[in-house]
């Protein structure tokens, strides 16, 4: 099994919808949660890090974390075409404190 | 602030060959991170340093990959020899001091091994 599981997609939607993607994780050492944007041919960028339980919002994403499912949700408002990339989720904890990535989920915004 | 340089963008070799990556982070941080991102899967970490000194390299193949960070600025991650399993993109990050969770991409390098 492994530790951070991330459904691939690809995901496609309309502009204006609501996107919802996903991760959950085995580890229970992992603390520490981030989303990154990766747009074709482009190295991660950080969207969102959060902490603790429960919700974190910035603009048109939230975060959502529930530690006790192991469970972590970014929702995207009012989604736009140029939101189009792939979405990672990222997790930081146990020995090292390393950050481990999940698959990814492809996402496409049609005007 | 100029970002995370890599180079080269793309690079094409045969099995058995060796190959170097070169990464510039951005300025002050003296966290670096190399990672490996094979198509369709999220980055796997292969080496951490703070400054020069190497912090996590459990996820490195030592048989055939290293990587160094003299005087703490620049790193350079080699493979020797490549494999075809080691077609990839090889992305280095950077971290500003205080904030563990910030990582700063480059573009990565492409990698094919034929």
């Known amino acids: 099994q492994k530790e951070v599981e991330q459904d691939p997609g690809p995901l496609s939607v309309p502009e204006g919808a609501i996107v919802s993607l996903n991760c959950t994780y085995s580890?229970?050492?992992?603390?520490?949660f981030m989303w990154y944007r990766q747009y074709s041919r482009k190295g991660p960028e950080l969207l969102m890090y959060?902490?603790?339980?429960g919700n974190k919002e910035d603009g048109r994403f939230t975060a959502q974390v529930d530690k006790s499912s192991k469970y972590i949700s970014l929702f995207i408002r009012d989604s736009q075409p140029s939101d189009s990339a792939t979405y990672l989720c990222?997790?930081?904890?146990?020995?090292?404190?390393?950050?481990?990535f999940g698959t990814g989920t492809k996402l496409q915004v049609i005007p | 602030e100029a970002g995370v340089a890599q180079s080269p963008r793309y690079k094409i070799i045969e099995k058995r060959q060796s190959v170097a990556f070169w990464c510039n982070p951005i300025?002050?941080?003296?966290?670096l991170y190399w990672y490996q991102q094979i198509l369709g899967q999220g980055p796997k970490l292969l080496i951490q340093?703070?400054?020069?000194?190497?912090?996590?390299d459990s996820q490195l193949p030592k048989d055939r990959f290293s990587a160094e960070r003299l005087k703490g600025v620049d790193s350079t991650l080699k493979i020797q020899p490549a494999k075809l399993e080691d077609s990839a993109v090889y992305l280095c990050?950077?971290?500003?001091?205080?904030?563990?969770?910030?990582?700063?991409f480059g573009p990565g390098t492409r990698l094919t091994v034929l």
């Open positions: 990050a950077s971290r500003p001091p205080g904030l563990p969770d910030t990582q700063y």
């Open positions: 580890n229970s050492a992992f603390q520490y």
């Open positions: 959060t902490y603790s339980s």
């Open positions: 990222a997790m930081r904890g146990g020995g090292y404190q390393k950050v481990t």
């Open positions: 300025s002050g941080h003296a966290t």
């Open positions: 340093f703070q400054n020069n000194g190497v912090v996590d």
